[in-house]
């Protein structure tokens, strides 16, 4: 479904991404672990089409999106949800959401209202305070604003970038029951995540990340693979 | 008194209003198009001119003016869009965009004014007045075109308002103006409602220009004059922001006419600067926030 190819990225001057090759199958939950400032943003920030400078290559399906716009990439059936979250601040929590069924063009309207409804059943909190300002939530329920704002799009590989980052106990738990969900309806997960213990819960297969390349890949449910995971990340 | 209200004031503060209708219509274009783009627009001021001139134009070829003011508007619209194609795209990556959009657009305004100054000679033209004389109310004199004016370009600028705060067109160009990657990565076609954007604010300036083309005549310096007062209005509301460029727009030209009456009007315009610079020392961010950004 995905697949990466040496891909290389610089910012300036660092070379940050030395050769990254990684593949995602249809379904499948891929966890990218690493320490601080390896890569792992900058890898889903190329596959979104974020940075530009890259060279390698970027297929999903076949097709090469290495250098394509965002809104293209997108159009493919990638959702991204981003590190830190980016809820559209001058924007409604309902703005912000309708602005998610752009990502998939040609459904009908009743289609785009079912979308959104799903998305509100899905995350209640959202509908009690869709008036709201984005940016006026808290810490979780913007979490849960961006992972809903991808959602009410018709996409099938989605990359998740520390979405329970700096949340309270309890809605990591909501998150990843979340997480859990959208696999098992089929949605193609590429998971980035500090919590490696929890993410462990729910993905196929785990690739450990150093300075800019993947040192090691392994299946997520092999006790031996994960052992190996946590020596490579250690600290 | 009574008499001074009637027919000094009450008409000064009247043409200063209709003045003011068209300064905020060309400030909401620059504000627009710097909150979204971040792009400062030098040539704002020639598509301005540019409006007014092709009005003359349509207007000596025998168009109706009421055709006209709807033909200005279409017309600027390709021009924006080829001037944001054409040149602030090339340079929109680059690490100095900044500087380069400003010294790009400057750069165009100077081929704009000497194209017109070419063209159509240095003295000024002016389009026949489409609706004269007026009506009176509580003994103030009404001039029908100004009324015209104020009431067309308030509806305008209610519009602009709408489609930018109640739509998802809207939405898509608040959101864009935020964050590009963003927007772009949910399905916004950036680059798209950036050139739409361009395109839109160039034509409220070239529907300013036209419209005031009956009131203030057209020369190929009007865009040098109306810019300052643009980029003043701009800055004291808020660098992108629509509120600021609307109420900032309305009291600096108040401001301005009621000012003239007491003092030379060679002397309104550094009132008006004295304000901007107050705002920029107290508040340099200008009365309100910039668009998309809360
Ligand atoms: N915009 C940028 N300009 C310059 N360097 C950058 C930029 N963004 C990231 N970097 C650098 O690239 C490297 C990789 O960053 P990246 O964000 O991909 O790391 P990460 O693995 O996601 O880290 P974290 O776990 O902290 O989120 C870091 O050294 C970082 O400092
Ligand atoms: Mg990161």
Excluded at chain 1, 92 to 114: D, F, H, P, Y
Excluded at chain 1, 182 to 191: M, N, R, T
Excluded at chain 2, 107 to 117: P, Q, R, V
Aim: charged share 15%.
């Amino acid at each position: 479904m995905l697949e990466i190819r040496d891909l290389h990225s610089h910012y300036g001057f660092s070379h940050v991404l030395q050769g990254v090759n990684l593949t995602l199958r249809p379904g499948e939950c891929v966890g990218l672990f690493g320490r601080n400032g390896v890569g792992k943003t900058t890898t889903m920030r190329a596959i979104a089409g974020w940075i530009k400078q890259i060279s390698g290559s970027i297929t999903y399906n076949g097709q090469e999106i290495g250098g394509l716009a965002s809104n293209a990439i997108c159009r493919l059936g990638i959702g991204f949800v981003p590190e830190d979250r980016r809820i559209f601040p001058g924007l409604t929590v309902e703005e912000n959401l309708k602005l998610g069924l752009m990502q998939t063009a040609g459904r009908s309207g009743a289609q785009e209202a079912a979308a959104l409804e799903r998305a509100y059943d899905l995350f209640p909190r959202l509908k009690q305070r869709y008036r709201q300002m984005g940016t006026t939530l808290s810490g979780g329920e913007q979490q849960m604003l961006a992972i809903a704002r991808v959602l009410v799009g018709d996409q099938k590989l989605l990359l998740i970038d520390e979405p329970t980052e700096g949340l309270a106990p309890q809605i990591v738990d909501e998150i990843f029951a979340i997480m859990r969900k959208l696999k098992s309806e089929g949605h193609a997960i590429l998971l980035v995540e500090q919590n490696v213990k929890r993410a462990l819960d729910i993905t196929d297969r785990i690739c450990a990340m150093e300075r800019g390349r993947i040192i090691l890949e392994g299946d997520g449910n092999s006790q031996a693979d994960r052992d190996a995971l946590m020596k490579a990340i250690a600290v | 008194m009574l008499d001074y209200m009637q027919f000094v004031l009450a008409p000064q503060m009247l043409n200063g209003f209709a003045f003011g209708i068209a300064i905020v219509l060309m400030a909401l274009g620059l504000t627009i198009i710097f909150g979204l783009l971040d792009v400062i627009n030098m040539s704002h001021g020639e598509f301005f001119a540019i409006g007014a001139y092709a009005g003359v134009v349509l207007l000596a070829s025998g168009v109706n003016f009421w055709v006209a003011v709807a033909l200005v508007p279409l017309l600027m619209l390709p021009v924006g869009v080829l001037t944001e194609r054409l040149l602030v795209r090339q340079v929109f990556d680059s690490a100095d965009r900044h500087t380069l959009t400003l010294l790009l657009t400057l750069g165009l305004s100077m081929i704009f004014y000497d194209g017109l100054k070419m063209v159509f000679g240095p003295n000024p033209l002016r389009p026949d007045n489409p609706i004269p004389g007026g009506i009176e109310v509580a003994g103030v004199f009404l001039p029908a075109y100004r009324m015209f004016l104020i009431f067309l370009g308030a509806a305008i600028i209610a519009a602009v308002w709408a489609i930018i705060y109640k739509t998802s067109l809207g939405a898509m160009i608040r959101a864009a103006a935020f964050d590009r990657n963003m927007a772009s990565s949910l399905g916004v076609p950036v680059s798209a409602v950036y050139s739409a954007t361009f395109a839109f604010g160039t034509a409220l300036a070239g529907l300013a220009g036209i419209l005031l083309a009956p009131i203030f005549s057209v020369f190929p310096t009007m865009g040098h004059e109306f810019i300052v007062i643009a980029f003043t209005v701009v800055i004291v509301g808020g660098m992108g922001s629509i509120k600021g460029a609307v109420l900032a727009g309305l009291l600096l030209t108040q401001v301005q006419a009621i000012a003239s009456l007491i003092i030379s009007p060679v002397w309104t315009d550094p009132i008006l600067f004295g304000i901007m610079v107050l705002v920029l020392m107290f508040r340099p961010q200008g009365l309100f926030g910039r668009l998309g950004h809360g």
